[in-house]
């Protein structure tokens, strides 16, 4: 690694392929009943299927970002909102997701709103946080570097 907290090439691509996997397989579960009318397959089962195992996919990827790269962005001060927003996200969602699956029938309809519209955030935190900090990258790219004299 070059910087603090940059992840190897092959941790981000894990993790970028592991969100948009869930992102995907959720938001296709959403859009479904839309979709039933043109595809004529029953596979609101796969599809949950799918979702459920890119989501522990998805806390590996949090756990792989936990010890390195939260620590230093919290310590450098970089994205803070959306790195923390990221990680309060994924902890309802693996909330909701148990209690979907394992919680009260009676609960069910409003753990499924509360998932969807934090799921709907989340996305928008995650492409923001990697949106951020490429424009930050190119703007200290694209910054003379000054030499600070301690004399």
């Not at 690694?1 to 190897?8: A, D, T, V, Y």
Request: aromatic share 14%; net charge positive; hydrophobic share 50%.
């Amino acid at each position: 690694m070059s910087r603090l907290g940059k992840m190897p090439h092959w941790q981000k691509s894990f993790i970028v392929f592991s969100f948009s996997f869930c992102a995907l397989s959720g938001l296709t579960y959403f859009f479904y009943p839309e979709l039933k009318t043109y595809v004529p397959i029953s596979a609101s089962r796969l599809i949950l299927a799918a979702h459920g195992i890119s989501a522990s996919f998805m806390l590996i990827a949090l756990g792989l970002v936990l010890p390195a790269h939260l620590k230093a962005g919290w310590i450098a001060k970089n994205n803070r909102f959306s790195g923390v927003g990221q990680f309060l996200c994924l902890l309802v969602l693996t909330a909701s997701g148990l209690l979907l699956y394992y919680g009260s029938e009676s609960l069910r309809d409003l753990t499924l709103l509360a998932h969807y519209i934090v799921g709907f955030l989340l996305v928008g935190l995650f492409l923001g946080h990697l949106f951020l900090r490429r424009k930050t990258e190119q703007t200290n790219q694209n910054m003379p570097s000054i030499a600070l004299r301690t004399r």
